[in-house]
């Protein structure tokens, strides 16, 4: 029999699928996700299964939608909020930060949500429909943040997403959506909040990288491999919290670090993972922590523009072949 | 009586109103052509059935003062000045273009034309343009803004918000509801409860009027009522268009859930043959200088084209040139 493949969408549908089925707490809410499927067809059949209650459609109002969510989820629910471009969570940001994220800590009531974002670039869509927007919310306490980069993961992490207790942002990468394919994940696939994955074994220096970013440092790891470099990839999945104990163990094994990300670079992940491997592996390190993100720029729209903005197979590479003759 | 919707539009401000309207129908033609053979990349939104509003409210401004149009409002921009040239080659990312290939679609601004450049978060501009009012108001300006939302936009915080401080400040403000019967799939009864979205300017404190957002000259005297009120101190007032939305959300929606018969009837309304056939009946223009008309504009915009085609993208490292003012 030959193995069913799905692409990185249906594999979000298939989890919300699975998990609304498993808990009838479990309710998806956000603009045109109903009769229409949303923007990217995600909720797709959703409607004629769980009917209007549960999958439902809002007005447009982000900061209602997340809102009414933290809310929801105080009274037992599961809520899984669309945005419907990651760029929108903006209007939600007071909910998100200072809300969702506190309840717990202050008065011991946990808030399990998920905001479902749609994020990243390359596909000249200006700068209001590829933004890469984890940061801003990577420094507030209290939040999960995931960003799965294959199939499996998107399946695995969003199931997880959804039964962990606390509010958890799941950065969908729409580069992704249609381009990411595999065989379908079988129903107990979850994968475990704050696990990386070691998407390539080797042993001259470690990519740290996640979302769209682990396919073109597996292409760049593959490039290097013919002149004679072994490259370690390293995808984190988790970003907050993220995997320490097994960067810092590559840190150590392949003494060079690169991080690579979609999103800017000031202020970054990779800014946080560096600073971390300084303080806790600095001696293993043979060369300084290098870092390809995106350049400081709101994302551009004009072609020649975005491609010069967002790292690539060869920056990624460029980047390696200088850590490693360091 | 026969001069009902003609009060206060003389034949020259009805010329001139219908010159921009078909303007911007050709103009949007054009566009839709250029984006199936591919040369529009990412998105493209249009604004067709919504001329009158956009070109009808934005004529009754004097210089000095300032609109934020929608992502439909290619024709208010129109009237603000902006060329065909200049539009296209906004539109196609060229560093000639307004926002230098940074930004996509008519995301333009220009304080010398009173152009807010809008954000793609729906209701944040028309905010800004409140803000411009603050400012005239401080600085015993003679100038009036105007935002403009469509009806899904109104159930964002920010369209609240800003009626009702422009209305505690008196401030010399108006907002134009684009009532287009849609937000993308979302019709009127999943977006508001109330009856008519010009209702909720009782509860501001403001006057507020539902009109019919197909006649031009209806629209271009409601609204000038409103700026002559709000230049000689009177404050803001609330103005809902009734229109119909004629395309899909954006050229890639097919619009699947807008019944036909709605589509239809809609469609003999269109609000650049309405206007017409009233020129026409009044003596006021005939088919053959309205044909010359289309034929010195359909030739405007095929020079436009032509040129911004030719026109070269921004070089990628200029990616980083502009993100702080000198
Ligand atoms: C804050 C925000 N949320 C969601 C979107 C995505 N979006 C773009 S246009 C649109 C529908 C807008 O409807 P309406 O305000 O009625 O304007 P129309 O497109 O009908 O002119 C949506 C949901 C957005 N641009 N901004
Ligand atoms: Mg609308």
């Known amino acids: 029999m030959a193995e069913q493949l799905i692409t990185y969408v249906d594999a979000i549908r298939q989890a919300l699928l699975e998990e609304m089925r498993r808990d009838e707490n479990v309710f998806c809410m956000g603009e045109d996700i109903g009769a229409f499927g949303g923007a990217f067809k995600i909720t797709k059949g959703l409607l004629e299964e769980f009917g209007e209650d549960r999958v439902i459609d809002s007005p447009i109002c982000e900061n209602a939608i997340i809102g009414l969510a933290v809310g929801a989820s105080l009274c037992g629910m599961r809520p899984v909020v669309e945005m419907q471009f990651a760029d929108f969570v903006s209007n939600g940001f007071n909910q998100i930060v200072n809300n969702a994220a506190t309840t717990y800590y202050r008065w011991r009531q946990p808030v399990p949500m998920v905001i479902r974002l749609p994020s990243g670039g390359g596909l000249s869509a200006g700068p209001w429909h590829s933004q890469n927007n984890e940061a801003w919310f990577f420094h507030v306490p209290g939040l999960k943040i995931v960003a799965p980069s294959t199939t499996a993961d998107a399946h695995g992490l969003l199931k997880s997403a959804i039964r962990d207790n606390n509010p958890v942002l799941y950065f969908e990468n729409k580069y992704l959506y249609r381009r990411e394919k595999d065989a379908l994940p079988p129903e107990d696939n979850i994968v475990e909040i704050g696990k990386a994955r070691i998407a390539r074994e080797g042993s001259d220096a470690t990519v740290v990288t996640y979302a769209s970013m682990v396919q073109r440092s597996l292409e760049a790891a593959e490039l290097l491999e013919k002149e004679g470099l072994e490259i370690e990839v390293i995808d984190l999945r988790s970003l907050l919290p993220w995997d320490r104990q097994s960067v810092l163990a590559s840190a150590k094994k392949t003494s060079r670090i690169l991080m690579v990300h979609e999103a800017t670079k000031t202020g970054g992940i990779g800014a946080e993972i560096a600073a971390s491997i300084a303080e806790e592996a600095f001696e293993y390190l043979d060369a300084p922590l290098r870092r390809v993100c995106s350049h400081d720029t709101p994302v551009p729209y004009a072609p020649p523009l975005e491609e010069f903005f967002m790292p690539s197979t060869e920056k990624i590479a460029d980047a390696l072949r200088s850590l490693c003759s360091y | ?326």
Not at chain 2, 77 to 83: L, S, Y
Not at chain 2, 85 to 99: D, K, N, V
Not at chain 2, 181 to 206: E, F, H, I, N, V
């Open chain 2, 1 to 326: 009586m026969a001069a009902k919707t003609t009060v206060g539009v003389p034949r020259e401000t009805a010329l001139a109103l219908y010159e921009k309207m078909l303007l911007t129908r050709l103009f949007e033609h054009r566009l839709d052509l250029m984006y199936k053979g591919g040369d529009i990349l990412g998105g493209m939104l249009l604004g067709t059935g919504n001329e009158a509003v956009s070109v009808g409210a934005t004529s009754t401004l004097s210089k000095g003062d300032i609109i934020a149009p929608t992502h439909r409002g290619i024709g208010a921009h129109f009237v603000k000045g902006e060329t065909p040239r200049g539009m296209m080659l906004q539109i196609l990312g060229r560093a000639e273009g307004g926002t230098r290939g940074r930004d996509n679609t008519q995301h333009q601004g220009s304080m010398e034309l009173g152009v807010i450049g809008m954000i793609s978060h729906l209701g944040a501009t028309p905010t800004t343009a409140a803000g411009c009012a603050l400012a005239f108001k401080i600085k015993k300006q003679n100038n009036v803004a105007m935002g403009f939302t469509g009806d899904g936009a109104t159930s964002l915080g920010d369209f609240h918000e800003t009626l009702n401080m422009a209305s505690v400040m008196k401030l010399p403000f108006i907002m134009i509801i684009e009532n287009n019967q849609w937000a993308y799939s979302t019709p009127p009864s999943k977006q508001y409860a109330c009856a008519k979205l010009a209702d909720r300017a009782t509860s501001y404190g403001m006057p507020g009027f539902t009109i019919d957002g197909t006649d031009v000259e209806l629209v271009y005297t409601t609204v000038r009522h409103a700026v002559d009120r709000a230049r000689s101190g009177g404050g803001p007032t609330l103005i809902e268009t009734i229109t119909m939305r004629l395309r899909g959300h954006s050229a890639a929606d097919g619009a699947p859930y807008v019944p036909k018969e709605m589509l239809e009837e809609w469609s003999k309304k269109h609000p650049v043959d309405l206007h017409k056939a009233k020129l026409i009946e009044r003596g006021w223009l005939t088919e053959a200088e309205s044909a010359a008309l289309e034929d010195r504009i359909t030739a405007e915009i095929e020079e436009a084209v032509e040129y911004a085609k030719r026109a070269p993208y921004p070089e990628g490292p200029t990616l980083l040139e502009g993100v702080y003012a000198d």
